[in-house]
């Protein structure tokens, strides 16, 4: 998970574009706004020739605390045990690590505060940012990721995944993973909304927000990787 600190960069910038200001400079108008409400995640030609897509915006997103986690893991085997019937930490939709290494300037007195280049040793747990503009989405070459119509999560449609790995490799947290025994890909749905691993962790390391707050924990206020939560965003 270290090897992706230089990307969370750019996401977040796309992340902070609102949607209002996506649909003005591509020119659909009100027309594609009420589609995307309708149908999750709409298509369509911009003036240029170009095709976008217009995603609806998820209702919330999970942020993980890494001054609270104890690294006990309950969350990644209640997320799979809930949506695949097993235990998985591959496969889990939060993935828990430890970051093992302080950067390449070495320790220094701000290792307590920060995650430094690479890491600081602290136990992390990486959430999927259910992101505006979905890098895992627009990966997908079967278009089998699409924003739920009641929560607005980003969802893998199961019967159209062909199990590339497009999207596992187009996250940039590695959240999206394909499953080696279905051979297709999986990802957070928020579980309708009542995400299983916040309320199976025993010390409230992980709450769902909604989404512009969950948003600012992520990303800062700024509009910065500068997480105030302290999750690496």
């Not at 960069?9 to 309708?38: I, V, Y």
């Not at 104890?70 to 969350?75: A, E, K, P, Q, S």
């Not at 600012?216 to 700024?222: E, N, P």
Request: proline fraction near 4%; glycine fraction near 12%.
């Amino acid at each position: 998970m270290d090897t992706t600190k230089s990307a969370p960069e750019g996401e977040s910038k796309r992340s902070t574009s609102s949607r209002r200001e996506f649909l003005r400079l591509a020119g659909a108008g009100l027309a594609g706004a009420f589609a995307a409400a309708a149908f999750g995640c709409v298509s369509f030609d911009t003036r240029d020739g170009k095709k976008v897509k217009v995603w609806a915006t998820s209702s919330g997103a999970i942020v993980h605390d890494p001054s609270r986690c104890v690294g006990c893991r309950r969350c990644e085997t209640a997320c799979t045990v809930r949506n695949d019937g097993k235990g998985s930490s591959y496969i889990s939709r939060i993935k828990v690590s430890r970051n093992l290494n302080y950067g390449v300037a070495g320790v220094s007195a701000a290792y307590a505060r920060a995650d430094g280049q690479l890491g600081n040793f602290r136990v992390v747990g990486e959430t999927c940012r259910q992101c505006s503009h979905p890098a895992c989405g627009e990966a997908c070459p079967v278009g089998a990721i699409s924003a739920d119509k009641t929560t607005g999560a980003r969802v893998v449609d199961a019967r159209k995944c062909v199990g590339c790995g497009a999207c596992q490799r187009a996250c940039p947290w590695g959240i999206a993973t394909v499953d080696p025994e279905t051979e297709k890909s999986t990802k957070c749905l928020l579980c309708g909304g009542d995400p299983n691993c916040v309320k199976n962790c025993p010390t409230g390391a992980i709450k769902f927000y909604p989404w512009a707050e969950a948003e600012a924990l992520l990303f800062g206020t700024g509009g910065t990787a500068d997480a105030v939560s302290g999750a690496t965003a």
